[in-house]
């Protein structure tokens, strides 16, 4: 029986202490969420790196987008879903990536779908990183080509890699630009050369990237300073950009092309023009005002980062706002996070198989919203707290 086979898998998950569960909060403000019982939590583990969807022009776009075209869109793009509202986004998208032209999908996963398994077929090879987002892998499995897996950022192995395998069609290295759990960043100078080097095109991921580094906080690219260097740029709605859905930017047959033949946009219903109309809003206060968003943003990074390090906890080192600490045991890591949240602070505990073993970490995210007070009583609370612990484990050991 399907029950039973299912059963049994819950059980060896939950034995393992890998359970997974719902907790479903609503946001008051862009950094504090509300449970059911009406526990108010400082939230330091959301996507929402700019603040934005608080933002009042974000809110009256969406608001006025709803009340002039209603709340869904009624089809696919192809049929009577497509609204102006998108097309206007795309625009501003491809300008604001430096690209020819851009396609909107529903989500950031749905994008990484279309995009690798609407351009890449069997007799390509795609070189992945091995610590690609979900999104990534599945595109590469689902395109039915040859996948190599390279070590995290190890661009000498991309490079052995590169020569020592048979390609018949293309060859593709797709990455994140910012990774989603160590907060690195992808090493875009080695990447161009390995690209000229052996005629690949390159993917890069910058669903963390994008409101977040680059002095106009376009993503990768613009951090290192070498626009068009990357053939197809991904990014989502769903993180700085406050709404949600997905887009790729790049040449304007690329984009010609999915929108011919990738399947998770043809054969999906388009998104509603509210949020289409709030990624637009946003997307517009990051362009006219960079400096008031990011200055906020990566002032916040630096004190927490230091704050953590200072009060003892091993941070890894980095300068975006996603702030891995470093804990050890599984049962301890999510510990700690219990304790935080009991505390009313919300982190994330990563835990294997996200993660090797031993190395269960804690993962902090700051935005350009937190308060300085916020972040500093956050610190204090954090790290007082892994002094306990850490006290009752030397009792214990
Ligand atoms: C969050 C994320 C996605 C998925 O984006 P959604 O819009 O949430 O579906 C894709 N890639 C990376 C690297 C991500 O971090």
Redesign the pocket.
């Known amino acids: 029986m399907l029950e039973t086979r299912i059963a049994e898998e819950l059980a060896c998950i939950r034995q393992a202490g890998l359970e997974r569960s719902i907790m479903d909060l609503h946001f008051v403000n862009p950094v504090q969420a509300r449970d059911q019982a009406g526990k108010t939590y400082l939230v330091l583990a959301s996507?929402n790196y700019l603040g934005l969807t608080h933002a009042r022009e974000v809110i009256e776009s969406a608001r006025a987008a709803v009340f002039k075209f209603g709340t869904g869109s009624s089809g696919s793009r192809l049929t009577t879903g497509g609204t102006f509202a998108a097309g206007e986004l795309e625009k501003r998208l491809a300008d604001f990536k430096h690209s020819e032209s851009a396609l909107v999908f529903n989500?950031?996963?749905?994008?990484?779908l279309g995009v690798l398994y609407g351009l890449l077929k069997p007799g390509d090879v795609v070189f992945s990183d091995e610590l690609n987002?979900a999104?990534?892998i599945d595109g590469c499995r689902i395109s039915r080509c040859r996948v190599v897996v390279y070590k995290h950022n190890d661009m000498k192995d991309l490079r052995r890699l590169l020569e020592t395998e048979k390609v018949i069609g293309q060859r593709f290295i797709v990455t994140?630009g910012v990774f989603?759990m160590d907060g690195d960043i992808a090493d875009l100078p080695a990447l161009a050369v390995l690209k000229k080097r052996f005629d690949a095109y390159l993917i890069v991921?910058d669903?963390?990237g994008v409101g977040v580094i680059g002095s106009d906080g376009s993503g990768t690219a613009a951090h290192y300073d070498m626009p068009g260097i990357i053939d197809l740029q991904?990014g989502?709605?769903?993180?700085a950009l406050a709404a949600?859905?997905?887009y790729v930017t790049g040449k304007k047959i690329f984009i010609d092309y999915l929108i011919n033949k990738s399947r998770p946009f043809i054969f999906s219903t388009a998104l509603a023009p509210a949020t289409l109309a709030a990624a637009n809003a946003a997307l517009r206060l990051l362009q006219t005002q960079p400096q008031k968003y990011l200055g906020s943003l990566w002032a916040n990074t630096k004190l927490m980062r230091r704050l953590l390090k200072d009060g003892g906890l091993q941070v890894v080192e980095g300068t975006t706002p996603i702030i891995p600490v470093l804990i050890g045991e599984a049962e301890l890591t999510m510990r700690f996070a219990d304790k935080l949240r009991g505390k009313g602070i919300l982190v994330s505990g990563i835990r294997p198989p996200t993660v090797p073993q031993g190395e269960s970490r804690l993962r902090i995210t700051v935005t350009a919203a937190h308060s300085e007070e916020q972040l500093r009583q956050a610190a204090q609370i954090i790290t007082a707290l892994w002094q306990e612990l850490r006290q009752d484990e030397k009792k214990e050991g």
């Open positions: 996507n989500t950031g996963y749905m994008t990484n987002h999104s990534i994140d989603s991921d669903a963390h991904v989502t709605l769903s993180k949600e859905g997905g």
